[in-house]
């Protein structure tokens, strides 16, 4: 089992940055991501690393502005958000798994998810 817990997120206006933790706790995952849903419309991937920082990916419409990354020693994924934009207003969630291939921003592949913390960026 893996629990997750997501903080820093908040309100900030277009151009700005945050930067979000999740803290991980239990057993530790091969594979962690973070996915966002913004209200009304579908959850969606926005980063995926391996636990051992060496294969990340990325979608689209975040890359070159987000970037994922994991410290092993404090538990802890990290996404660091620049460039923010109104359309990044999401409920941002920590997802892991213990699958034994990369899985990406494969929803399905990813059991153990925190709570959310809420991202809200102004024009």
């Not at 538990?75 to 997802?95: E, F, H, R």
Request: hydrophobic fraction near 35%; charge should be neutral; proline fraction near 3%.
């Amino acid at each position: 089992q893996v629990q997750l817990a997501e903080s820093g997120g908040g309100s900030v206006q277009a151009g700005g940055s945050l930067r979000l933790s999740c803290a991980v706790s239990g057993d530790t995952p091969s594979n962690m991501a973070w996915f966002r849903q913004a209200p009304g419309k579908e959850r969606e991937g926005v980063a995926a690393i391996t636990i051992d920082g060496n294969t990340k990916t990325y979608a689209t419409s975040v890359k070159g502005r987000f970037t994922i990354s994991q410290d092993n020693a404090k538990n802890t994924l990290y996404l660091q958000m620049n460039s923010l934009k109104p359309g990044d207003t999401a409920m941002y969630y920590c997802a892991a798994t213990n699958e034994t291939w990369f899985t990406a921003l494969y929803q399905a592949a990813y059991p153990y998810w925190g709570q959310g913390t809420q991202v809200t960026v102004s024009s």
